[in-house]
């Protein structure tokens, strides 16, 4: 089960004496039968030990001081993490000291939950004094521990915990649910960039419907609205999470229109992302209507990339509400759109078949005429009562620049 380079690392901290495991979610993802992400190790040999175990190899030491080393096999970086337990948590997050100990199970006494405090080697087997295995096979996620003192030492555990629920399709043993309910205001006192990644994982979980229907108050800390919406409302959201891809701006538009945009924002990766959310989330009950000057307007006020999210987030409520006019109309947009960027339709003013050195070249005025004409121009393009032809829009600016007044312009006979 173990990939080369990670044998290879064991077997060369067991042939200096010390003891040495995969540990933690490789361990957990490897009995699911899913690849792991990452491999970690922990060994009995101190930090200075495992330096002096791998001679010539790319070593690097960011977490020297919790007694983790980065080895480097074949480009891909591993963890080799000496045994430690953790001091005493005075800020919610981090143990204000870390102590070296000689044994695996005391190392996996300080992780978060028994599906996640498994260690195995080749030499020794599945080493799982928790009961990881049995509670992986019940899909059950379960504290090492007394659960309440587990998430007052490090509220992150609370968002890994419904992290691994919705990515993982688990249940959580209800005195570890309760603690985590009891415990979750605690949340607020947390960097919200560790909130935020816990978080975005949990929304683009598969099972992440699951979570926010059982598990909706867990988040009320970080987004007081979502208890304030109505169940009505709240269920509606979550179906439509559940009808969408998982594409994080789309659930994040979703999310948006029952929770307020500024309490989200802080949860979304960048300021970007959170602008989008709010857009969408603002255009979620817009009609699409099929045709192509529709679509070519939509471009213009979205971009191709945001307006595709929007049909996504328009389906997925379609399908919560089982809207089947709705849900074809969305299918005729969506050709629609598809045409109009194939087709390389004209929706910005860059895209037009004149420019602003035209305009001027026409008589019209420089400053912010030329930019009024050719915004009057794409206009039209847009609506489709002038073509984005060149010599048809040249003939335009011309009129104009010959002092005619937009609304007194004529169209050339031939359109
Ligand atoms: P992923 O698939 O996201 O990598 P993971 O379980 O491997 O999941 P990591 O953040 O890589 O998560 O952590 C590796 C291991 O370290 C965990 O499996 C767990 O044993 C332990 N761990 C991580 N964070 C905590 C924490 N906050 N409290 C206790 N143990 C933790
Ligand atoms: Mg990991």
Same mark, same amino acid.
């Given at each position: 089960m173990l990939p080369g380079p990670v044998r290879g690392i064991?077997? &060369?901290?067991?042939?200096?004496?010390?003891?040495?495991?995969a540990v933690g979610g490789c361990v957990r993802d490897s009995l699911l039968g899913r690849p792991p992400c990452d491999w970690d190790v $922990?060994?009995?040999?101190?930090?200075?030990?495992?330096?002096?175990?791998?001679?010539?190899?790319?070593?690097?030491?960011? @977490?020297?001081?919790? @007694? &983790?080393?980065?080895?480097?096999l074949e480009h891909i970086p591993y963890e080799? &993490?000496?045994?430690?337990? +953790? @001091?005493?948590?005075?800020?919610?997050?981090?143990?204000?000291?870390?102590?070296?100990?000689?044994?695996?199970?005391?190392?996996?006494?300080?992780?978060?939950?028994?599906v996640n405090?498994m260690?195995y080697?080749?030499?020794?087997?599945l080493?799982?004094?928790?009961?990881?295995?049995?509670?992986l096979?019940?899909? $059950?996620?379960?504290?090492?521990? +007394?659960?309440?003192?587990?998430?007052?030492?490090?509220?992150?555990?609370?968002?890994?915990?419904?992290r691994f629920?919705?990515s993982m399709g688990f249940?959580?043993?209800?005195?570890?649910?309760? %603690?985590?309910? +009891?415990?979750?205001?605690?949340?607020?006192?947390?960097?919200?960039?560790?909130?935020?990644?816990? *978080?975005?994982k949990?929304?683009c979980g598969r099972?992440?419907?699951?979570?926010?229907?059982?598990?909706?108050?867990?988040?009320?800390?970080?987004?007081?609205?979502?208890?304030?919406?109505?169940?009505? %409302?709240?269920?509606?959201?979550?179906?439509?999470?559940?009808?969408?891809?998982d594409?994080?701006?789309?659930?994040? =538009?979703?999310?948006?229109?029952?929770?307020?945009?500024?309490?989200?924002?802080?949860?979304?990766?960048?300021?970007?992302?959170?602008?989008?959310?709010?857009?969408?989330? /603002?255009?979620?009950?817009?009609?699409?209507?099929?045709?192509?000057?529709?679509?070519?307007?939509?471009?213009?006020?979205? @971009?191709? /990339?945001?307006?595709?999210?929007?049909?996504?987030?328009?389906?997925? *409520?379609?399908?919560?509400?089982?809207?089947?006019?709705?849900?074809?109309?969305?299918?005729?947009?969506?050709?629609?759109?598809?045409?109009?960027?194939?087709?390389? %339709? $004209?929706?910005?003013?860059?895209?037009?078949?004149?420019? =602003? /050195?035209?305009?001027?070249?026409?008589?019209?005025?420089? =400053?912010?005429?030329?930019?009024?004409?050719?915004?009057?121009?794409?206009?039209?393009?847009?609506? =489709?009562?002038?073509?984005? /032809?060149?010599?048809?829009?040249?003939?335009?600016?011309?009129?104009?620049?010959?002092?005619?007044?937009?609304?007194? $312009? &004529?169209?050339?006979?031939?359109?």
């Amino acid at each position: 089960m173990l990939p080369g380079p990670v044998r290879g690392i064991l077997t &060369t901290l067991q042939q200096q004496g010390h003891s040495a495991f995969a540990v933690g979610g490789c361990v957990r993802d490897s009995l699911l039968g899913r690849p792991p992400c990452d491999w970690d190790v $922990c060994t009995s040999a101190r930090p200075g030990e495992i330096k002096a175990a791998f001679p010539g190899k790319s070593l690097s030491a960011p @977490g020297v001081r919790h @007694g &983790t080393i980065t080895v480097l096999l074949e480009h891909i970086p591993y963890e080799v &993490t000496t045994f430690r337990t +953790d @001091g005493a948590y005075s800020d919610h997050r981090h143990p204000d000291s870390v102590h070296f100990v000689r044994s695996v199970s005391e190392d996996l006494a300080r992780r978060d939950f028994t599906v996640n405090a498994m260690a195995y080697s080749p030499a020794s087997g599945l080493i799982d004094p928790f009961g990881g295995a049995r509670d992986l096979a019940a899909k $059950c996620l379960r504290c090492v521990g +007394d659960p309440a003192r587990r998430f007052s030492e490090d509220a992150l555990r609370i968002l890994r915990m419904a992290r691994f629920a919705a990515s993982m399709g688990f249940s959580i043993e209800p005195r570890t649910e309760a %603690a985590a309910l +009891d415990q979750c205001s605690v949340l607020t006192q947390l960097p919200v960039e560790r909130c935020r990644a816990e *978080f975005c994982k949990m929304l683009c979980g598969r099972w992440a419907p699951r979570v926010l229907r059982g598990q909706r108050l867990l988040f009320a800390p970080l987004l007081p609205s979502a208890a304030q919406t109505s169940e009505r %409302a709240w269920e509606e959201a979550v179906s439509a999470i559940a009808a969408a891809p998982d594409d994080l701006c789309v659930r994040l =538009g979703i999310l948006c229109r029952v929770v307020a945009p500024g309490q989200l924002a802080p949860l979304c990766p960048d300021a970007k992302t959170a602008r989008t959310a709010t857009l969408l989330a /603002e255009c979620a009950e817009e009609p699409l209507r099929a045709l192509p000057s529709v679509a070519r307007r939509w471009l213009h006020r979205l @971009g191709a /990339e945001t307006l595709q999210k929007l049909v996504r987030v328009q389906a997925a *409520f379609a399908a919560a509400r089982r809207d089947r006019a709705k849900q074809s109309e969305l299918v005729e947009f969506a050709k629609t759109l598809r045409r109009a960027l194939e087709n390389g %339709a $004209c929706c910005e003013r860059a895209q037009l078949a004149v420019s =602003g /050195e035209d305009a001027l070249a026409a008589g019209i005025p420089a =400053g912010g005429e030329v930019g009024a004409a050719l915004e009057s121009l794409l206009d039209r393009v847009i609506e =489709g009562t002038l073509p984005n /032809e060149r010599a048809v829009l040249l003939e335009q600016l011309a009129a104009w620049g010959a002092g005619i007044a937009c609304e007194q $312009c &004529t169209l050339p006979e031939s359109l």
